[in-house]
C-alpha cells in the first residue's frame, strides 16, 4: 500500500475557493465511495472535515465540501478565512477493513 | 460525548515494546456499533493508520506493521491498546487514538472514518 498522493500545498486569499486533490488507485479511492477529509492545526489533533466523500459531521462549516471523480478525490474550501490556515490529510477505505492516509497537504491563507 | 486519552510511556529504548492504552469515556468500548483505531504521525510527517479493533477483538493492521502491532481490547476498563514490538527511532511519533465510523450497506458495515480523536502522545525511542 502506498499513501494517496496529494500536493504538498496550496495558497489562496480570503474570501477565495481552493481545491485539494486526493490520488489513489483503484484499489482504494476508485473502488469506494469512502473517503474522508482531516484538518490538522499546529500541536492538535486532526478533526473530522467531510466523510463518506461529501458528507459534513454536525458543526462544520458548508464553506467545506468533497466530491470525487474516478480515483481522485477533492476537498473544496469556499470563503477561505485565516482559521482555515492548517494541514489537511484525505483518508480512504483499501479493501479488507484497511485504511490510507494521503501524505497531507498545507494550506496558506495569504 | 465520547472522549478518547492516549497514556503510556513517552520514552522506549530501541529493540523494545512500545505499549499505549486509549481510555474511553462518555461511551461503553463495548457499543456493537463502534470500531476503534490507533494512527500515527512521525514529528513533521504524515499521519498513517496502524490498525482497528471491535470491542470483540477482531482486529486489522496496517501490512506494513502487521508483523509488529498487537492492538487488544480491556472492556472491563473501557480501554484499548496498542502494543509495538522492536521499536527503532522510526517509530518515533505523536501516537493518536480515535474511534471509527461506519458505511453500513445489506448488513455489511465498513468502517473508515475516524471521528473524535483523542488528544495524541508523543512517543519517542531512544537508548
Known amino acids: 500500500q502506498s499513501a494517496l498522493t496529494q500536493p504538498a500545498s496550496v495558497s489562496g486569499s480570503p474570501g477565495q475557493s481552493i481545491t485539494i486533490s486526493c490520488t489513489g488507485t483503484?484499489?482504494?479511492?476508485?473502488?469506494?465511495?469512502?473517503v474522508s477529509w482531516y484538518q490538522q492545526h499546529p500541536g492538535k489533533a486532526p478533526k473530522l472535515m467531510i466523510y463518506?466523500?461529501?458528507k459534513r459531521p454536525s458543526g462544520v462549516s458548508n464553506r467545506f465540501s468533497g466530491s470525487k471523480s474516478g480515483n481522485t478525490a477533492s476537498l473544496t474550501i469556499s470563503g477561505l478565512q485565516a482559521e482555515d490556515e492548517a494541514d489537511y490529510y484525505c483518508?480512504?477505505?483499501?479493501?479488507?477493513?484497511?485504511?490510507?492516509f494521503g501524505g497531507g497537504t498545507k494550506l496558506t491563507v495569504l | 460525548q465520547l472522549q478518547l486519552q492516549e497514556s503510556g510511556p513517552v520514552l522506549v529504548k530501541p529493540s523494545e515494546t512500545l505499549s499505549l492504552t486509549c481510555t474511553v469515556s462518555g461511551g461503553s468500548i463495548s457499543s456493537s456499533s463502534y470500531y476503534w483505531g490507533w494512527i500515527r504521525q512521525p514529528p513533521g510527517k504524515g499521519l498513517e493508520w496502524i490498525g482497528s479493533?471491535?470491542?470483540?477483538?477482531?482486529?486489522y493492521y496496517n501490512p506494513s506493521l502487521k508483523s509488529r502491532v498487537t492492538i487488544s481490547v480491556d472492556t472491563s476498563k473501557n480501554q484499548f491498546s496498542l502494543r509495538l514490538s522492536s521499536v527503532t527511532a522510526a517509530d518515533t511519533a505523536v501516537y493518536y487514538c480515535a474511534k471509527l465510523g461506519a458505511y453500513c450497506t445489506s448488513g455489511v458495515c465498513n468502517y473508515n472514518w475516524f471521528d473524535p480523536w483523542g488528544q495524541g502522545t508523543l512517543v519517542t525511542v531512544s537508548s
Open positions: 479493533l471491535y470491542y470483540s477483538g477482531s482486529s
Open positions: 463518506e466523500v461529501n
Open positions: 483518508c480512504s477505505y483499501a479493501g479488507s477493513s484497511t485504511l490510507l
Open positions: 483503484s484499489s482504494d479511492v476508485g473502488s469506494y465511495n469512502l
